[in-house]
């Protein structure tokens, strides 16, 4: 069956480092998005990709960055982790716009 | 701000007994989606309705769409204890790029 799998599921890191997400999909779809998830807040769109070397900023893009170098894959980069960028991580895709999201199941990251 | 804001927060009932979510949003959308996000696990899709649709069912679940007031209901009939689950709204908004945008959630406890 297809998937969208993430990983780490969980990861601690310092503040200052570099760390990256990853996010793997077998459904072959073109659209990619990356969402955070906090308390109070539900999901809010850090990044997203309509393909192959498209991505774009969402509402909380600041200190993150993506790359989509393939349709699998949308790794999403902290360049330099801050303690406000503790949070659930959650990457979705979708076969076409309209149509439902499918998600992974999250990267609980805790920066201290 | 979101586009989309559930209402309550927090239910809790009884098995046996219906739950009713309510969503509403700020400006025209394409469709509207719920989704359910089980503890520490990704959203999974539930049911999309679009903006000329007034009222989907799918088995236990019964969305209503009225887009004179922005507002949509997720009704759970006969609710069960393995219902319980975070249930969220989000809406496909063609000014917003085609993203979906998601409101905080209601938190739903059914009790055994």
């Known amino acids: 069956d297809a998937e969208i799998t993430q990983s780490p599921r969980h990861k601690i890191t310092e503040t200052g480092r570099q760390v990256t997400l990853a996010c793997h999909q077998t459904?072959?779809?073109?659209?990619m998005f990356w969402y955070r998830q906090d308390l109070g807040h539900g999901l809010r769109l850090i990044h997203y990709?309509?393909?192959?070397?498209?991505?774009n900023k969402g509402e909380v893009s600041d200190g993150y960055s993506v790359s989509r170098s393939n349709t699998e894959d949308l790794p999403l980069t902290l360049e330099s982790a801050a303690s406000s960028q503790t949070s659930v991580y959650f990457c979705?895709?979708?076969?076409?716009?309209?149509?439902?999201?499918?998600f992974g199941n999250g990267t609980r990251l805790t920066v201290t | 701000s979101q586009q989309g804001e559930e209402d309550p927060q927090a239910l809790s009932i009884q098995e046996g007994e219906n739950a009713t979510m309510n969503c509403s949003y700020k400006?025209?959308?394409?469709?509207l989606q719920w989704y359910r996000q089980n503890s520490g696990r990704g959203l999974v899709h539930l049911i999309l309705i679009r903006s000329n649709e007034r009222e989907k069912h799918s088995g236990r679940l019964r969305v209503t769409l009225d887009t004179s007031k922005k507002s949509s209901s997720l009704l759970i009939t006969a609710s069960r204890a393995a219902d319980t689950a975070s249930y969220f709204c989000a809406t496909d908004v063609q000014e917003y790029g085609n993203k979906l945008v998601f409101g905080a959630g209601t938190i739903l406890r059914v009790k055994s």
């Open positions: 400006t025209s959308i394409n469709n």
């Open positions: 459904w072959n779809h073109n659209n």
């Open positions: 990709s309509y393909g192959v070397q498209d991505t």
């Open positions: 979705a895709s979708r076969v076409t716009l309209n149509s439902p999201l499918h």
